[in-house]
């Protein structure tokens, strides 16, 4: 039985090893978590790598287990610390995107405000596995890539969306490494956010980023989903090599996040069509969207809608609208 295998029949897999012919430790540290700790990892740095977060978006989850697989046959050997994340099992055995309550906008808030349901419940314990994963990584290196795909079709097939850096500058080389996996274009956030990657590079230190990569669709009908770029990739983050070329950025398209648009109530209507695909341009002067006397019309030149959703519950995101970043946004990478 494989290790999804298992996972989604909520088994533990058969003869799952405390250890590896090379020495490496396999660590359950819980549910759909598990790390791999080589006995002398070589210089780098430590890796998380998530899928599952919601339970629909399957294509990277079987990349994810495949390459898990390998580490546990010994096909592929760990160079670096791993800690694999499989996120939302419950949802993952029900092909649903969530359940209750959506995982990625409950990250590093308090518990008074998540709440004290599964959901809220998961996303402790994401955090605290992260937290103590790379608590004991020291001075190396941390990354985080959480893996998604998306719920409706895109001009821009693979995209990844860089969090907020806060005091920090959009890291030129990081946006290379996402060309490297095969991403197209960047999201350069301007405010915090309450996803696993967000919550991974303010509060573990981590360069964490969220990688859309393609339609969501059930488990074993990701034929149309290529990911071969970012399988090489996370091999050699699993290999430690740190290598980057400089180029692999020049074709990665850059934008800007102007705003989100939360809905407020119920009565909230978005005026694109249910198959309007992100990245679509948006005319200035186009009335986006309306909640209750409130009419969200477009202003920005060159804007695109990326997650246009109005079936959210209020206060949650249904959509953002991005635009070519200016001049100071660009000269802000490093």
């Known amino acids: 039985m494989t290790y999804l295998q298992a996972l989604l029949q909520a088994q533990t897999p058969e003869a799952l090893p405390d250890s590896l012919p090379d020495g490496t430790r396999v660590v359950q540290l819980g549910e759909g978590l ?22 629909n978006e399957t294509a990277p989850v079987e990349l994810v287990a495949k390459l898990v697989d390998e580490l546990l046959a010994g096909t592929i050997l760990a160079r670096t610390r791993l800690l694999f994340i499989f996120g939302n099992p419950g949802a993952m055995r029900t092909g649903a995107r969530y359940i209750e309550d959506d995982l990625n906008r409950l990250f590093g808030k308090p518990a008074a405000v998540r709440g004290e349901g599964p ?91 969220t990688l859309e990569l393609g339609k969501a669709r059930p488990f074993g009908e990701n034929a149309a989903v290529n990911l071969d770029k970012l399988e090489t990739q996370l091999r050699r983050v ?84 991005v635009v070519p970043p200016s001049r100071q946004d660009t000269s802000g990478c490093r």
Do not use: M
């Open 238 to 321: 699993i290999a430690a090599d740190t290598t980057i070329a400089a180029q692999d950025g020049d074709s990665v398209q850059r934008f800007q996040v102007s705003r989100e648009i939360i809905k407020q109530t119920e009565s909230f209507v978005l005026h694109l069509a249910d198959d309007v695909e992100n990245f679509t341009l948006l005319e200035p002067g186009f009335l986006l969207a309306e909640d209750g006397e409130q009419q969200i019309v477009v202003h920005e030149q060159g804007a695109r809608i990326v997650f246009p959703n109005p079936k959210v519950k209020p206060g949650l995101r249904a959509g953002i609208i």
């Open 34 to 55: 598990l790390a791999f700790e080589p006995v002398q990892p070589l210089d780098g740095q430590d890796a998380v790598i998530s899928c599952g977060i919601h339970g």
């Open 119 to 209: 959901a809220a419940q998961r996303a402790a314990a994401l955090e605290l596995a992260c937290s103590r994963f790379f608590a004991a990584s020291g001075t190396r290196r941390k990354l985080h890539y959480d893996l998604h795909t998306a719920i409706r079709g895109s001009t821009i097939e693979k995209f990844a969306i860089y969090p907020y850096p806060h005091e920090q500058a959009f890291d030129d080389a990081e946006i290379a490494r996402l060309g490297a996996c095969g991403i197209s274009a960047v999201l350069l956030q301007s405010k915090p956010s309450p996803t696993f990657s967000y919550f991974t590079r303010q509060h573990c230190g981590a360069a964490g980023f």
